[in-house]
């Protein structure tokens, strides 16, 4: 599979919301500093090679922490969302569930998505799985998605299970530090 930058595949950030880190309400993801960090990385990147940003953004019921108007449904403000990248809702696992994403990817023209984001083991495997059903291609920055511990399975070692998983579906693994030292020419 070519490398994501010779497509210039759209970034899609999921879930990466107040409430994934300010352990406000919930406990914060494993390694959520990191997490943010590497997040950060892949936007410049992204604003650097000239690819489309989109953001996804879980729609809880209401009395969920990540409701629309509470606290923790807005995306993380660390991650420096631009006006001119857009947030899609979902109110499922998949975030293709809403059509409009899957038009703006359409819309870039690009073959391929690079998907990160939480969490890793509910809506990362679910817009990872969404996009291969949409005929995409998908790279997964591996070290920039997370999860929290369950029991009897901490977070790093699920979020290991399901690189295994993603790569044995023909996903492209991509740590942050790899991806973002190669630049289109």
């Known amino acids: 599979m070519p490398h994501p930058s010779a497509e210039k595949a759209p970034v899609i950030i999921v879930d990466l919301q107040t409430n994934m ?10 390694e959520a500093g990191l997490l943010a960090d590497r997040a950060r990385k892949v ?7 000239g690819r489309k940003i989109a953001f996804v953004r879980h729609d809880g019921p209401k009395g969920d922490p990540l409701a629309p108007g509470e606290p923790g449904w807005p995306v993380w403000p660390a991650l420096g969302q631009r006006g001119d990248e857009p947030t ?14 899957g038009a703006w990817v359409e819309s870039q023209g690009a073959p391929a998505v690079v998907i990160l984001g939480a969490q890793t083991d509910f809506c990362i495997a679910g817009t990872v799985q969404g996009a291969i059903s949409a ?10 998605h997370s999860t929290l511990d369950q ?10 299970r399901y690189n295994a998983q993603f790569a044995e579906a ?6 942050t530090a790899n991806l973002t030292a190669s630049q289109a020419a």
Do not use: M, Y
């Open 43 to 49: 936007i410049d990147w992204a604003r650097r090679d």
């Open 21 to 30: 880190f300010d352990g406000r309400v919930e406990p914060p993801l494993h």
């Open 151 to 160: 029991p009897g399975e901490p977070a790093d070692a699920i979020i290991q």
């Open 135 to 144: 005929g995409l291609k998908v790279t997964v920055v591996s070290d920039a």
């Open 88 to 101: 899609f809702s979902k109110t499922v696992r998949d975030s293709f569930s809403n059509p409009e994403l």
């Open 170 to 175: 023909g996903v492209e693994l991509v740590t």
